[in-house]
């Protein structure tokens, strides 16, 4: 069993891996919703709702193609076209919203991470990100989801 203080020095070093890794590819204090998200998630506090889920829609172009007209009215003004944070709204915003393109290529852009983003927004963290799951349906939010995945391109 570990010892209390051996808890604390693998946290410590848990939060220092993640802040220099997170500092490295270009994520800092700008996209601290990212950065607040990722450690919760890396962490286990992710909403029992949330935890397990998968996307149910087929990767298709259909449903990539409905969620590239999502991305653009809901998301794009914030995000921008290619959803690096610096979408004219976004480049007002304090802190400014995360770099999908950034976030899709890290291993926690599950599923499971991705649904809880989108369905709960920023609130939590403090940010302007709205909580999508009061105005889109679930499959609204997977075509979301799958959009940001494919790279934004279709």
């Known amino acids: 069993m570990l010892s209390l203080r051996t808890f604390y020095l693998f946290l ?42 998968k996307n149910p829609l087929p990767v298709s172009k259909e ?5 590239k007209n999502l991305y653009q009215t809901q998301c794009m003004m914030c995000h921008g076209v290619l959803g690096e944070g610096n979408g004219p709204i976004g ?40 909580a999508f799951g009061e105005r889109l349906s679930d499959k609204e939010i997977w075509q979301l989801s799958l959009y940001i995945n494919s790279g934004f391109t279709i």
């Not at 070093?13 to 990722?38: D, K, P, Q, V, W």
């Not at 449903?63 to 969620?67: D, K, L, M, P, R």
């Open 12 to 53: 410590l070093l848990f939060l220092i891996i993640t802040s220099t890794a997170c500092t490295h590819i270009g994520i800092n204090e700008s996209n601290s919703l990212f950065i607040n998200r990722y450690t919760e998630y890396m962490l286990g506090n992710i909403p029992e709702q949330y935890a397990d889920i």
């Open 63 to 67: 449903n990539i193609s409905e969620g």
């Open 91 to 130: 480049e007002l915003l304090v802190p400014q919203p995360a770099n999908l393109t950034l976030t899709r290529r890290l291993p926690i852009a599950t599923d499971a991470f991705l649904f809880w983003t989108l369905s709960e927004g920023g609130q939590l963290f403090n940010t302007a990100m709205p």
